[in-house]
């Protein structure tokens, strides 16, 4: 086959997907340290058991599925009924936001959604991305051949919330709570965003897949509590954090009928080159909203807060200094010497067996910070910290 | 927000997508035809359950996501080894096909893989795509805003057999068994593309995901089997029509070692903008390859086929002209009368309460054809001929 013939754009992005070249890294030291005990505090994958309720929903639409009478096919691609409701009433009217059933697309994941929506958009528009930030919004970007991309830095100088680009742009990604850093988005800084979006006629591509972590309820937990936004802003939540989905996969788009040229397209790419999430998996992501559904989700979650307490009070009590971690799965522990965080990486894992994931991953200004998870079991989570306070220093 | 920054290539689309338009002018007639008894011969979409082996399948790995120790988060976006090997060996090895399980990608439909593959190529790389065939080719090469897009004509006077372009192209579109003729290529076809392709350094994408309906051991089911074909061909399956997964969304990509720097581009893709397909369901697939799923899925698709030829023996005793429904659940009827395609599904619709889908919809050389399936219950697939015979002429 040529290669002439391939896209271009691919070789501008770097060498591999970040969680696959830590991934690679973890088995070589397996490989040469047989029996490590290693404690994985590294990439953003939900460890607790999924909720009775949802286990209860997904057998009962099994045998569904076992039954003409109950037999499922192709669905709609943009999502069941039952469940764009269930959604809207469960995740978003709590919060005083009115949506309809046919603003929200159900899909298999916010990661898919989060990388195809910049199909959208012409190649040549202008792209605002937070640093640091979780990578697929600029690995989509760079292999769509965009070139126009400008960065908002986030630091502790500005209390890692993203400075507005100087100058106009189209398209501008926002994550809060923040995946690396853990930090929400003040109401202040979101009201500024829609404003700046209303102003330069930009789209925001508002990305809540940890809303259900904040544990503040004046925070803002979704773009449509800021007048205006429904104008000017998407909004991506998934069941993978919120339920424990990763190996699942569910999640939720909204695109309002206020951006109704957006949503016809939105519609039309999904219907073309996407054909709905698996009939069972719907059910499932419906009980997540049923009383004891809440209920059971609520406990896990209130686990992996109680893990990022024990780590912020950790490495707080070991004299680093964190953020994140109180509305969010994730710490951002600044690291204290003069060491790319790529080689405390590897001299955490040699030292401690444990794994992170090194801030520079997540862009620039990652450099120097590094990423801690609430994932873990209680007790490893402990053992973690044992180790890196007694073994690091 | 600004119309300018939107994707322009989206208005080089028809309206809508082709089975969205259908399932809307059904809609319509039930709304002013209460109490129809509308039978759907149209879309492509299965109607009997999931076999047991499948569905014990599904109960046992969701017992396993209910538990700590079988629960199982984010898995390889390439799919589980367990799943690749088992594809490996249960779909390729039997025709002769020796596939490394790193060859094999796991995805949640061949819908999304057939329209995402062509992400990997520039923009103005230049596609062959056969006439009439399934829209999803072309519409994803439109929206990615290829204009140099030739079709290769499949009628009666060349036997459906698309011919080969008479120029260099770099993207070759095949499908078969066709959707929606139901015609296999033959091994003198596929060996002509398979030489032109190593000629010109052009790739095919093969569609073979009715491979399971092929009844003659002798007719070609994997591009693999023609020589010097894992040096320039793609191959997807997927367990929709073979194992009636339509709702439960799971499918095969095949990018050969040969093809080095596509494996790497597709594995980048994927890991970027994929998450992996659900654990349930990657079991319930492998399920399909155990000695009860394989006799299960046999005898669903044997039903199929009995329908296909049920409507065969139908139309053609009524007088009509048609091809396909022998080693396809789909029937290509020859329309006897000057009507347009869509003239004919309102006809058919009013008339008998059928509903089919029109040629047109698959391209200009569908026009004076329409595509019924075979994947009907075996009554109502009896009545909606006896319905065609008397009330149609």
Redesign the interface.
């Given at each position: 086959?040529?290669?002439?013939?391939?896209?271009?754009y691919?070789a501008d992005?770097p060498e591999?997907?970040l969680?696959?070249t830590i991934a690679r890294k973890i088995d070589s030291y397996r490989q040469s340290h047989p029996g490590a005990d290693i404690i994985r505090l590294g990439?953003g994958?939900?460890?607790?058991?999924?909720a009775?309720a949802v286990?209860a929903a997904?057998?009962r639409a099994?045998?569904e599925?076992?039954?003409?009478a109950?037999?499922?096919?192709?669905?709609p691609e943009q999502g069941y009924e039952f469940l764009r409701e269930a959604v809207a009433r469960g995740e978003f009217a709590p919060r005083g936001v009115d949506l309809a059933a046919d603003e929200i697309f159900i899909s298999?994941?916010s990661?898919?959604d989060v990388?195809?929506f910049q199909?959208?958009?012409?190649r040549k528009?202008r792209v605002a991305i937070p640093d640091p930030v979780y990578p697929?919004y600029l690995?989509?970007n760079i292999?769509a051949g965009r070139k126009n991309i400008v960065f908002m830095p986030a630091h502790a100088g500005n209390g890692f919330q993203p400075e507005i680009p100087k100058h106009s742009v189209?398209?501008i990604y926002l994550c809060s709570p923040n995946n690396p850093t853990g930090t929400v988005l003040t109401r202040e800084t979101l009201t500024a965003f829609v404003d700046y979006?209303l102003r330069h006629?930009?789209?925001i591509l508002f990305d809540a897949a940890y809303a259900a972590y904040i544990q503040d309820d004046s925070l803002v937990h979704s773009i449509y509590e800021i007048p205006g936004a429904r104008?000017?802003a998407v909004e991506f939540r998934s069941f993978s954090k919120t339920a424990?989905f990763?190996?699942?996969?569910c999640a939720v788009t909204v695109v309002p009928h206020e951006?109704a040229?957006?949503r016809r397209?939105w519609l039309?790419?999904q219907?073309?080159?996407?054909?709905?999430?698996?009939?069972?998996?719907q059910r499932a992501a419906e009980a997540v909203y049923s009383p004891e559904g809440r209920e059971q989700i609520r406990a896990t979650i209130a686990g992996y807060m109680a893990n990022a307490a024990a780590i912020r009070r950790g490495l707080t009590e070991g004299g680093w200094t964190v953020c994140g971690g109180e509305h969010a799965p994730y710490i951002w522990w600044e690291l204290p010497e003069q060491e790319t965080s790529f080689a405390f990486f590897d001299r955490l894992l040699e030292t401690c067996e444990v794994v992170g994931t090194p801030g520079s991953g997540f862009g620039s200004c990652g450099e120097g910070y590094f990423r801690l998870t609430a994932f873990g079991?209680p007790d490893s989570t402990r053992r973690a910290l044992e180790r890196i306070r007694t073994r690091l220093k």
């Open positions: 086959m040529k290669t002439g013939i391939l896209n271009r691919y992005l591999s997907y969680f696959s990439i994958d939900v460890t607790r058991p999924l009775p286990i997904m057998h099994t045998e599925m076992a039954d003409v109950g037999f499922r096919g192709y669905g298999d994941g990661k898919c990388a195809n199909e959208l958009f012409d528009c697929v690995d989509s292999m189209d398209l979006a006629g930009a789209l104008a000017c424990g990763t190996g699942v996969r951006l040229e957006l397209m039309r790419r219907t073309t080159k996407f054909n709905g999430v698996n009939y069972i998996v079991e």
